[in-house]
């Protein structure tokens, strides 16, 4: 089963930028639709944004369109989320996900495998 490290997370003022990356291993990582899902304190988890295997679809949440872009690099085995134009709302644990095979994923119920977490903290 595949394994997810999440890293870049930190804290940014608002209207800055960071990257956010989650590195895979112990499965062949194109196998696996990866997603980006959020939880700030108190709040259930929300998806943020996902790209499909090989990247042919891409999907966000409403609130970071225009603003976080996801990509992938199956040779480096690692996904990214680019997050610009940070909000204060933004403020939240980051989540890398997995899941097999699948289809676009906009749900945190349809994922399989989960990394840590990395902390996005947005100061206004």
């Known amino acids: 089963q595949v394994r997810l490290v999440e890293s870049g997370g930190g804290l940014v003022q608002a209207g800055g930028s960071l990257r956010l990356s989650c590195a895979a291993s112990?499965?062949?990582?194109?196998?696996?639709?990866v997603g980006w899902v959020r939880q700030a304190p108190g709040k259930e988890r929300e998806f943020v944004a996902a790209?499909?295997?090989?990247?042919?679809?891409?999907s966000y949440v409403d609130s970071v369109k225009g603003r976080f872009t996801v990509s992938r690099d199956n040779s480096k085995n690692t996904v990214y989320l680019q997050m610009n134009s940070l909000k204060p709302e933004d403020t939240a644990n980051y989540y890398c996900?997995?899941?097999?095979?699948?289809?676009?994923?906009?749900?945190?119920?349809?994922?399989?495998?989960w990394g840590q977490g990395t902390q996005v903290t947005v100061s206004s």
């Open positions: 996900a997995a899941d097999l095979y699948g289809s676009i994923a906009t749900t945190a119920l349809e994922y399989e495998y």
């Open positions: 112990g499965d062949i990582f194109s196998k696996y639709t």
């Open positions: 790209i499909t295997r090989f990247g042919a679809r891409i």
